[in-house]
T-cell receptor, first 109, second 116 residues
Framework: ELKVEQNPLFLSMQEGKNYTIYCNYS?????LYWYRQDPGKSLESLFV?????AVKQEGRLMASLDTKARLSTLHITAAVHDLSATYFC?????????FGAGTILRVKS | DAGITQSPRHKVTETGTPVTLRCHQT?????MYWYRQDPGHGLRLIHY???????DKGEVSDGYSVSRSKTEDFLLTLESATSSQTSVYFC???????????????FGSGTQLSVL
């Protein structure tokens, strides 16, 4: 059974700083997703990573995938308050998407 | 929300009563999913469907049943609601992705269910 672990589970950071969220998974998969969720809202897709070495960037967020290490990272550059949200990684397992527990990100000004 | 409607948006019910949540899509997507979201657990898969009348269990299926008689509708039923089923329920849809498996999931707005 696939296990997906995110860390940290809670991250409080100052505006302008950089930080990385890690997503480890236990079984081979060639597809990984990052989602964002604002409080009381649904999930919004951020990135789809389809192959080893894949890197995607959107604004201050950059996601990468290392399938050999079974690791994905979500790097935040020069954080701003608007990035405050919960971030989930999710790994494809057959026809199912298995989610990590989520990282609550709070950016303080 | 990619043509996905969940109903009701909020529901309060009593322990032991049956509850049905509905997910309706207008995208004609093949795959539909029900997840529950609880603090500290992320989203956990309850049941999913890969076609009309084709369903399968997820990791937390006990106490839940589903039905899909039409492509556009996926129903989640709690036969006898318990307080442990208080949660936010999300429906998601997807099409087959590149290669094997499914593509990106699109999520509905969620249903907040409280079982007292």
């Amino acid at each position: 059974e696939l296990k997906v672990e995110q860390n940290p589970l809670f991250l409080s950071m100052q505006e302008g700083k950089n930080y990385t969220i890690y997503c480890n998974y236990s079984t081979t998969s060639d597809r990984l997703y990052w989602y964002r969720q604002d409080p009381g809202k649904s999930l919004e897709s951020l990135f789809v990573l389809l192959s080893n070495g894949a890197v995607k960037q959107e604004g201050r967020l950059m996601a990468s995938l290392d399938t050999k290490a079974r690791l994905s990272t979500l790097h935040i550059t020069a954080a701003v308050h608007d990035l405050s949200a919960t971030y989930f990684c999710a790994v494809m397992y057959g026809n199912k998407l298995v989610f990590g527990a989520g990282t609550i990100l709070r950016v303080k000004s | 929300d990619a043509g996905i409607t969940q109903s009701p948006r909020h529901k309060v019910t009593e322990t032991g009563t049956p509850v049905t949540l509905r997910c309706h899509q207008t995208e004609n997507h093949r795959y539909m999913y029900w997840y529950r979201q609880d603090p500290g657990h992320g989203l956990r898969l309850i049941h999913y469907s890969y076609g009309v009348k084709d369903t399968d269990k997820g990791e937390v299926s006990d106490g839940y049943s589903v039905s899909r008689s039409k492509t556009e509708d996926f129903l989640l039923t709690l036969e006898s609601a318990t307080s442990s089923q208080t949660s936010v329920y999300f429906c998601a849809i997807s099409e087959p992705g590149q290669g094997s498996g499914v593509g990106k999931l699109f999520f509905g707005s969620g249903t907040q269910l409280s079982v007292l």
